[in-house]
């Protein structure tokens, strides 16, 4: 099945410390996104990637970090820099069509504090 | 003010009745529109997709896009309790069509109940 795969479903960060959530598609898209979903809130853009070994900040990049190694991977890194992580993560893989790009999105990996 | 204001609900109907869900916004570039259904702890899916005023239809589903009153709409007819789940309108310009430069409104919650 053609997907995107995001692991692990549910993290823990304790104080201080980095986390990586990971994001695997096998769509063959090229571009590739991450999301931060909080409650009554619409999805708000991280970090986007257009290419491998390419990537842009989004509207709230501050206290993230992204790497695009593989056309596959576009892991995100939470860094102890953000202060206020806790929300649930999205990552997306787009396609053109009609001169539009429509997003793919994963399952989400929920994000809570210790 | 927000770019694209969304109901937040909750909405809670009965099996078989006519749902309305509504976004309006202020950008009057926004061309594209499109409408993703998000079940509990799940990433969003595309449901419907339109870049022109008038109706759409797709099965128990239909977008409706007014440009001069900046208003889509998204009718569910039927509704069933499957039909269960948050639902995220989001729009975008012609001057990128890219998935970076979506903009979600904040979802409606919506329940039918058996």
């Known amino acids: 099945d053609g997907g995107i795969t995001q692991s692990p479903k549910y993290l823990f960060r304790k104080e201080g410390q980095n986390v990586t959530l990971s994001c695997e598609q096998n769509l063959n898209h090229d571009a590739m996104y991450w999301y931060r979903q909080d409650p009554g809130q619409g999805l708000r853009l991280i970090y986007y990637s257009q290419i491998v070994n390419d990537f842009q900040k989004g509207d709230i990049a501050e206290g993230y970090s992204v790497s695009r190694e593989k056309k596959e991977s576009f892991p995100l890194t939470v860094t102890s820099a953000q202060k206020n992580p806790t929300a649930f993560y999205l990552c997306a893989s787009s396609i053109r069509t009609s001169g539009n790009e429509k997003l793919f999105f994963g399952s989400g990996t929920q994000l809570s504090v210790l | 003010q927000k770019e694209v204001e969304q109901d937040p609900g909750p909405l809670s109907v009965p099996e078989g009745a006519i749902v309305s869900l509504n976004c309006t916004y202020s950008?009057?570039?926004?061309?594209?529109f499109m409408w993703y259904r998000q079940y509990s702890r799940k990433g969003p899916e595309l449901l419907m997709y339109?870049?022109?005023?008038g109706n759409k239809e797709d099965g128990r589903f239909t977008a409706q896009v007014d440009k001069s009153s900046k208003y889509i709409s998204l009718f569910i007819r039927d509704s069933q309790p499957s039909d269960s789940a948050t639902y995220l309108c989001?729009?975008?310009?012609?001057?990128?069509?890219?998935?970076?430069?979506?903009?979600f409104g904040s979802g409606t919650q919506l329940t039918v109940l058996p």
């Open positions: 950008n009057s570039a926004f061309q594209y």
């Open positions: 339109t870049y022109s005023s």
């Open positions: 989001a729009m975008s310009s012609p001057s990128s069509g890219s998935a970076r430069q979506l903009t």
